[in-house]
């Protein structure tokens, strides 16, 4: 097998894909991609093992950020894989509509409610994260409407923050360039600073009575990873119980064992009303998210006359709920939430010797989720370009900011490539200067 950045063939990667010309824009339309990028731009991957993944010129990379923070437990393994094709041939599909429900289903639910940081939780299916982030936002102005508080619609999130692509999740999401252009958002969304209590609690005594909850990243991702600061996350669990509102906690990215723990609200020790999950639930083997419920949600909804007018097609669908299965197993079986604190360690030991090396402005994270800053002047998307070329794929977040996210799997001396290709793409991008 070739070494990580090196075509297996020793051919370079064909400029054209699929007979579409190098130079022109292709058919499909790239998400977060800028649709005038030429078909010939695009880098193909073809297959996955482990923490690595080769594209359609044979040439090798480290996974650096689990594909989009999601496969935790790496790609290519049989046990997953083997769990939807089994399920496929049993029952394709079928929905949960009503009177319906189906066995892998049941079974996800029952799984998630004892691996759930709160007690007594129900469990809500979505196909993934921003569709579950709506779904918390819905269910939490219902539950307080039930209960006899309709006024309660106004949700806090902060800044940064990121809570996904549909209406809902957009206009809860911090990030401005994110919300350029789409037109107004979801109303009655108040914005903080990332950790300003002080804000929060202003905003519950300007509203009385009407705020339905306050929603947070146990560290925001996609924000460009921000651990909480000390008690944080514990500040807002006392200021919600205070004021009648839910706890939201957006568990997308940090959920199944990112953090070291199973959730990150387990890991801080504060508890949710509602938690959003999503990514590692499959590590991506299917398309699957959801949302956790404590009583304090769902037993207002568990009323004879409340009817869930909420609901997706393929809400717990059959295949998707299997690799959930067979993804959880892989995690405990194997002991790989645990090894999040190890893997991160040593990703954290090696950005830090790059900064103290080549002057990063800085290095930040949490368990096996960091970020660095880079020095002034120097641009994370040509650092990321640069980074490819030493066989390893990263994230640039906004104009400065480089994440690494890697499958729990990843060898240790694949982490250290990491920081070594990072510390050799700044070597090229100084002398280019």
């Known amino acids: 097998m070739s070494a990580p950045g090196e075509p297996a063939s020793g051919k370079p990667a064909p400029a054209a894909k699929a007979g579409i010309p190098a130079d022109t824009p292709g058919p499909l339309l790239h998400p977060f991609a800028r649709p005038a990028t030429p078909a010939g731009s695009f880098i193909r991957i073809v297959s996955g093992q482990g923490a690595h993944v080769v594209d359609d010129s044979g040439r090798r990379y480290v996974d ?6 999601y496969c935790a437990a790496g790609h290519g393994r049989e046990k997953i894989i083997e769990a939807v094709a089994a399920q496929l041939r049993k029952l394709d599909a079928f929905h949960l509509f009503e009177r319906f429900t189906n066995i892998p289903a049941d079974a996800l639910a029952e799984r998630l409610a004892a691996l759930a940081p709160m007690p007594h939780a129900r469990v809500f299916l979505t196909t993934g994260g921003s569709e579950a982030v709506d779904t918390a936002m819905k269910l939490a102005r219902l539950a307080h409407t039930v209960v006899g508080e309709p006024e309660r619609t106004i949700i806090i999130s902060r800044s940064p923050s990121y809570h996904g692509v549909t209406y809902g999740g957009m206009s809860l999401t911090g990030l401005p360039a994110n919300r350029a252009g789409f037109g107004p958002g979801v109303a009655d969304i108040v914005q903080v600073g990332k950790d300003d209590l002080d804000a929060v609690a202003a905003v519950m005594e300007r509203e009385p009575g009407r705020v339905a909850a306050v929603i947070a990243e146990p560290v925001i991702g996609a924000g460009g990873v921000h651990p909480p600061h000390p008690g944080y996350l514990a500040g807002l669990r006392d200021l919600c119980d205070r004021h009648g509102a839910f706890l939201i906690l957006d568990e997308v990215i940090t959920g199944f ?6 959730f990150g609200a387990g890991h801080f020790g504060v508890r949710p009303d509602l938690l959003t999950f999503a990514k590692a639930v499959t590590s991506g083997y299917q398309p699957l998210g959801g949302v956790l419920l404590g009583p304090a949600v769902h037993e207002p909804l568990g009323r004879p006359d409340v009817v869930l007018r909420h609901g997706g097609t393929y809400s717990g669908h059959p295949a998707a709920c299997a690799a959930a299965l067979a993804n959880i ?10 090894r999040a604190s190890e893997v991160g360690a040593r990703l ?4 830090r010797s790059v900064a103290a090396t080549h002057g ?8 096996a989720m960091w970020a660095v800053d880079l020095p002034s002047g120097l641009d994370a998307t040509d650092i990321r370009n640069r980074m490819l070329s030493h066989g390893v794929i990263v994230r640039p977040i906004g104009t400065s900011t480089l994440a690494f996210c890697p499958p729990l ?6 982490v250290d490539l990491l920081s ?11 002398q280019a200067r």
Do not use: H, K, N, P
């Open 64 to 69: 650096g950020l689990a594909s989009l923070w």
């Open 257 to 262: 064992g990112r953090l070291g723990s199973w």
């Open 329 to 338: 197993a892989v995690l405990e079986d194997e002991g790989l939430v645990g």
């Open 348 to 351: 954290a030991a090696g950005l």
């Open 360 to 367: 990063l402005a800085d290095v930040r994270g949490y368990g």
């Open 409 to 414: 799997v990843i060898d240790l001396a694949d």
């Open 420 to 430: 070594a290709a990072l510390a050799a793409a700044l070597d090229v991008a100084s």
